[in-house]
T-cell receptor
Framework: DTGVSQDPRHKITKRGQNVTFRCDPISEHNRLYWYRQTLGQGPEFLTYFQNEAQLEKSRLLSDRFSAERPKGSFSTLEIQRTEQGDSAMYLC???????????FGPGTRLTVL | ELKVEQNPLFLSMQEGKNYTIYCNYSTTSDRLYWYRQDPGKSLESLFVLLSNGAVKQEGRLMASLDTKARLSTLHITAAVHDLSATYFCAVDPGTSGTYKYIFGTGTRLKVLA
């Protein structure tokens, strides 16, 4: 295991379609985070999991967004009825605990046409 | 709400010169992280600063943390072209360490040969 992986790396979709992204954290890490980064900005926190429990969601995470981590390993982030404003890089990170640094995956770049 | 500000936002410098990037944050925190991001890439961890007065150095980069002033600096010594990237600081929004990062706006560094 060499790090956090994300799939797909790029996704182009039409407005109104649903998309799902996957994140595989570093295997022994129990915390998993999702961030969104738009062009020229720093990443913004979306949500995080400790094992399979989703413990916080940002106000940025509208009702169209849902995230899961069913067995405390990989996580999925689904966006329903995509809008052009959803176009961004979606980053996943993992850590051993809240005292450790977060390691980021390569990201999924979403383009909504 | 915690705010994290970096300055400058853009920095163009000649090779061989020294410069400092500043990261100010608005509420108490004793955990600060520096990341590097190359265009279209994810975030690479540079430094983890976990206490007041912490100083870390790696190659031409040195980071420090002053929790009383709510300030971290990233100092570049004798810059080289390979350091061209965007640098982000990120803060844990609590003294005991929590679960999410609040990122700064980023400093886009360009080192001219």
């Amino acid at each position: 295991d060499t790090g956090v992986s994300q799939d797909p790396r790029h996704k182009i979709t039409k407005r109104g379609q649903n998309v799902t992204f996957r994140c595989d954290p570093i295997s022994e890490h129990n915390r998993l985070y999702w961030y969104r980064q738009t062009l020229g900005q720093g990443p913004e926190f979306l949500t995080y999991f400790q094992n399979e429990a989703q413990l916080e969601k940002s106000r940025l995470l509208s009702d169209r967004f849902s995230a899961e981590r069913p067995k405390g390993s990989f996580s999925t982030l689904e966006i329903q009825r995509t809008e052009q404003g959803d176009s961004a890089m979606y980053l996943c990170a993992s850590s051993l605990s809240n005292y450790n640094e977060q390691f980021f995956g390569p990201g999924t770049r979403l383009t909504v046409l | 709400e915690l705010k994290v500000e970096q300055n400058p936002l853009f920095l163009s410098m000649q090779e061989g010169k020294n410069y400092t990037i500043y990261c100010n944050y608005s509420t108490t925190s004793d955990r600060l992280y520096w990341y590097r991001q190359d265009p279209g890439k994810s975030l690479e961890s540079l430094f983890v600063l976990l206490s007041n007065g912490a100083v870390k150095q790696e190659g031409r980069l040195m980071a420090s943390l002053d929790t009383k002033a709510r300030l971290s600096t990233l100092h570049i010594t004798a810059a080289v072209h390979d350091l061209s990237a965007t640098y982000f600081c990120a803060v844990d929004p609590g003294t005991s360490g929590t679960y999410k990062y609040i990122f700064g706006t980023g400093t886009r560094l360009k080192v001219l040969a």
